[in-house]
Structure formats: C-alpha cells, structure tokens
C-alpha cells in the first residue's frame, strides 16, 4: 500500500534523539536580532505621558453606618425566602413521616 492507503496503525520508526551541544548559529542570529529590535525599540518610543490632575473631589461624605430603607426591606424579603424554604421543607420532612 501507498500514500493514503496505508494503515494508520502501522508502527513508525523511531529516531534516536542526539542533544545538540552547542546552540546553532540559526539561534545565535534570532537571539542577536531580539536584542537589536529591542534596543532599536526602546531608543524610538518615548516614555509615557502621565497626565497630572488633582485629586478628586468627594461629592458628599460618605456615611458607612447608614442603612437605607431599600436595604431593609431586602433584607426583610431575603429572611421570609429563607424561612419560607425551610417551613416548606419541615413540611415535606414531617408528610413524609420523619
């Protein structure tokens, strides 16, 4: 068989592996080539212009102990979930004879 004949199971010759010792001089000429592209790069691009602005001003001061009416009443309306589950819950446990 040939080409796409052949079977895919059929074993394949394994290559011994021989460690290179020494780095070619392919990666001696990318490795020169980082470093040029890098300093050629850092020498034309300018640092970062940071705009200085003065600090913000707060709008109003902030009252962390403040708790508004929203807030009660999901709090209230979370806690009736819970014990509305879990009534409904003991209910089921208590039909089912536990």
Known sequence: MTGT???YD???????????QEPSAH???VEETRNT?????SAEMA????????????AAPVKDHDVSMKE?????????F???FAALGLHAISYVGY
Request: aromatic share 4%.
């Open 5 to 7: 004949e052949s079977s």
């Open 72 to 80: 009660i009443v999901q709090m209230v309306g979370a806690m009736a």
């Open 37 to 41: 592209v890098t300093a050629e790069t």
């Open 47 to 58: 640092d970062p212009v940071i705009p200085v602005t003065p600090a913000p001003v707060q």
């Open 82 to 84: 819970v014990f509305g």
């Open 27 to 29: 990666d001696a000429a």
């Open 10 to 20: 059929a074993p394949v010759p394994m290559q011994p592996f021989t460690p290179q």
